[in-house]
């Protein structure tokens, strides 16, 4: 099988608030279905295209602040809520919260096995 995908997908169900970038747009709260360390498969309402920047906040735990950073649409079936978006800009903070998270649930799901 040829997998173009470049970072393990780990299969997380998280809260992500999200917005349009550089429109006045209200903020909404989408699920994520996985996510990895390049970007997140997700259920977005209202109408997007392929390559519209996005704002989003994901919380990775209760009571931490939330893991912000811009992600673009690569993945955008008009019939299906669920919206590939990849990582275009993250803090150097956010990004290690976001590898370490994503590292020890690698190791539980392969414990897990």
């Given at each position: ?24 747009s ?10 990895s ?11 997007f ?65």
């Amino acid at each position: 099988m040829n997998d173009r995908r470049r970072f393990e997908r780990v299969e997380r169900t998280l809260v992500t608030y999200y917005r349009k970038l550089w429109v006045n747009s209200l903020e909404y709260a989408g699920v994520t279905s996985n996510i990895s360390r390049g970007g997140i498969l997700v259920e977005l309402e209202g109408e997007f295209q392929s390559g519209d920047l996005l704002a989003l906040e994901m919380v990775i735990f209760n009571g931490e602040p939330p893991i912000n950073l811009v992600a673009r649409v690569v993945r955008n079936d008009v019939s299906n809520p669920l919206k590939g978006l990849e990582f275009v800009q993250i803090s150097g903070p956010d990004e290690k919260r976001l590898h370490d998270y994503l590292a020890a649930r690698e190791r539980q799901e392969k414990q897990s096995v």
